[in-house]
């Protein structure tokens, strides 16, 4: 890591300053490099990739004991080759701040529950029941390129289980125990997992949740797994044949794991499987590398989430809480903190109480216990708090909270101002005098991190994010592939990024990988770019999937998906996985769904269904549609509403026409997102039109 602010006395501590200035303090003092603007800074960073990789690099101090021969040694997308010759571990990286951070006096994980069972895991016992298990699973036949999956809420125990696992250069893949059987089977079989490590069940909104049965399932369904360990998280669950117990394998203590080292693996080797799900078709196996991640991870999280070493003299012991579910890419990104040699606080429960007594100070009550300095959710939390008109003052400890973040969804201007006011009043209150919380809102994806996000020092407008992130080409396109400012786009990206999955496991030919990202502006046919960003005719044009406005002033604007892509509470799931189970209701004909995420609004779902002949939709029809798609996918992707259709819109090829109809309830003129003739029953049509004009009306 860089040299930080040398130690301050206790009478006279340092000035807090922010990690991005002191990369440019950095980059002044080593390279001679200084901007008079972030947009500078940001330009040089996406148009000189070697340079400002290589910065990165130096900064972070990363460790290989091979040198990489180039930086970016093939400049195309798909198909970067970044620091060819290198040799990471994403654990490597973690065990670096045992001994400093310990020495401080700072802890690595902080963990509680609804039960309020709290674990905490020093810096030196998380080092040694890494080692333990990653030993146990060696001794089990788990080695290098082994896929491991995972059935664990998100706790303590599984952060162990995922170091353990990439640190002998395995492959992690985990599913949260929330999800149904099928959806999770959908996703490991196509990753055909060597060994699988899963929980007893979870407490959730007050009640537990045995999960012994579906690990059966689990079992039986995936032949390719050889050993089961299974973490005791309830306890008096039924045994699982032939399964391991975590905690009797992580309290051995031996001689061999004071001698175990993270093995070094290429810099492009698989980390994890993460899914990502379309709208047509099985979930995609999106896999991830460890140089990709670590480098990728390292810059953003420090200098645009501004988050340091724990026990570094700048960081205030900096103890990092973004509360997510393991289904959420989210929990990636906070065990992400631990890179840095930050403290990372999870919290396994409902954020929201439970459905007899809600309660939407949960959260923040743990974050005021915990001596949270950041804290992070999903959008649609902050909303539910403001909903609630949850009033913070009772809890004074949260001013050392320096900044909130958010994501996975947009976060409305007035949701925001509701937190600012909060926090000026806790800051009042505990300084004598009102500032500002920093709002960190980022916007990216499971596919590739966040793109746009925060920054310690520029202006803040409600409802917007402050900058696209240092070595992401970000820019918004027009349907002529043209880069506008000031105007709704897609969102893409126009040069490689570390952190840019390689392939899809299991894409041998690269189909599925292309069609998700690189079908609008396909390799080969050139970059229509605008502004000056460096050719590379030879490669593709990364399309998100969101709309984005790019505000002259840098600022960034996300309205929302621009496919039919669900995303509810931060989780995203496919419509497909949702037909297949709505669908399987002998009721059911056809159904169509679609989510309407947009800027400052809630977001909204219908379910649109075309029933059997002589069926009607009544309350017990829609309490059985709901309940197949809490078992099959999650109680988050229950719709808001069940409207009972005559058809479902199609294409001449049969196709559900999700994304015209998404766009039409958004507001759009019919006539400028539907091609009647193009339509195999554009006769139904009609219906989908009145019923936007009535929610225009409403």
Request: proline share 7%; glycine share 8%; aromatic share 10%.
């Amino acid at each position: 890591m860089p040299a930080m602010n040398a130690p301050a006395s206790p009478a006279h501590p340092a000035p807090f300053v922010p990690q991005i200035r002191l990369y440019q303090q950095w980059l002044a003092r080593e390279r001679g490099l200084s901007f008079e603007s972030y947009q500078d800074l940001w330009h040089w960073s996406v148009t000189e990739l070697d340079a400002f990789w290589q910065s990165i690099w130096d900064y972070f101090d990363m460790q290989s004991p091979t040198p990489h021969t180039a930086v970016l040694a093939r400049n195309a997308m798909p198909g970067a080759v970044w620091f060819p010759g290198a040799q990471v571990n994403y654990v490597q990286q973690v065990f670096r701040h045992v001994e400093p951070a310990h020495a401080a006096g700072c802890l690595a994980v902080i963990g509680s529950n609804e039960k309020g069972q709290r674990r905490e895991l020093s810096w030196p016992e998380l080092r040694r029941q890494v080692a333990a298990l990653a030993l146990h699973l060696q001794a089990h036949g788990v080695g290098r390129g082994d896929r491991v999956a995972a059935y664990l809420p998100n706790t303590p125990e599984t952060i162990v289980v995922f170091l353990a696992v990439v640190s002998l250069g395995a492959i992690w893949s985990v599913c949260a125990p929330d999800m149904g059987t099928n959806a999770v089977l959908d996703r490991f079989r196509q990753i055909a997992p060597k060994a699988l490590v899963a929980c007893d069940g979870v407490t959730y909104a007050g009640r537990d949740h045995p999960r012994t049965a579906v690990v059966e399932d689990l079992r039986a369904a995936l032949p390719s797994i050889e050993h089961v360990v299974l973490v005791r998280n309830l306890g008096e669950q039924p045994d699982v044949a032939q399964a391991q117990d975590y905690h009797a394998i992580v309290n051995r203590v031996s001689p061999e794991q004071d001698r175990f080292e993270p093995c070094w693996l290429p810099f492009d080797h698989p980390l994890w499987i993460v899914y990502s799900s379309g709208t047509t078709g099985m979930p995609k196996p999106i896999v991830h590398t460890h140089g990709g991640t670590l480098i990728n991870g390292m810059a953003h999280k420090t200098l645009h989430y501004d988050i340091a070493c724990s026990y570094e003299a700048n960081s205030r012991d900096e103890r990092l809480l973004w509360y997510s579910s393991t289904g959420w890419v989210m929990w990636n990104s906070q065990v992400g903190g631990l890179l840095g040699g930050t403290t990372v606080v999870t919290y396994d429960g409902n954020p929201g109480g439970t459905k007899e007594r809600p309660d939407w100070t949960t959260l923040w009550r743990f974050a005021n216990q915990e001596r949270v300095t950041f804290m992070g959710g999903g959008a649609a939390f902050f909303a539910n708090c403001q909903k609630a008109n949850v009033d913070l003052s009772p809890w004074p400890g949260l001013a050392r909270v320096r900044a909130l973040g958010t994501t996975g969804s947009p976060l409305s201007a007035e949701v925001q101002n509701w937190g600012t006011e909060q926090f000026r009043a806790l800051y009042a209150h505990a300084e004598g005098a009102p500032r500002d919380i920093w709002w960190c809102n980022i916007s990216g994806g499971t596919d590739a991190g966040a793109f746009v996000g925060g920054h310690r020092e520029l202006p803040m407008v409600p409802g917007e994010m402050q900058c696209r992130f240092l070595g992401v080409a970000v820019q918004a396109w027009n349907e002529q592939g043209e880069s506008v400012v000031d105007q709704v786009g897609e969102l893409v990206v126009t040069q490689p990024l570390p952190s840019m999955p390689p392939y899809f496991w299991g894409d041998t030919e690269h189909q599925r990988y292309l069609g998700s990202y690189f079908d609008m502006f396909p390799p080969g046919k050139g970059r229509r770019t605008a502004g000056g960003d460096a050719d590379a005719s030879a490669g593709g044009v990364w399309r998100h999937g969101d709309w984005l406005r790019i505000t002259p002033e840098g600022r960034c604007i996300i309205y929302g998906r621009s496919d039919a892509t669900i995303n509810r509470h931060g989780l995203r799931m496919g419509t497909s996985e949702l037909y297949r189970a709505v669908e399987a209701l002998p009721e059911v004909m056809d159904s169509m769904v679609v989510d309407l995420e947009y800027l400052g609004r809630e977001s909204y779902m219908p379910l649109f269904v075309v029933l059997r002949e002589g069926v009607h939709l009544d309350d017990a029809l829609r309490a059985r549609l709901n309940d197949a798609v809490k078992t099959a996918l999650s109680p988050r992707f229950i719709p808001n509403d069940i409207f009972q259709v005559a058809e479902i819109p199609r294409t001449l090829s049969g196709k559900k026409q999700e994304l015209p109809i998404k766009k039409l309830l958004l507001g759009q003129p019919v006539e400028k997102v539907l091609n009647r003739d193009a339509m195999a029953n554009p006769g139904c049509l009609d219906w989908y039109v009145n019923f936007a004009r009535s929610r225009a009306a409403a």
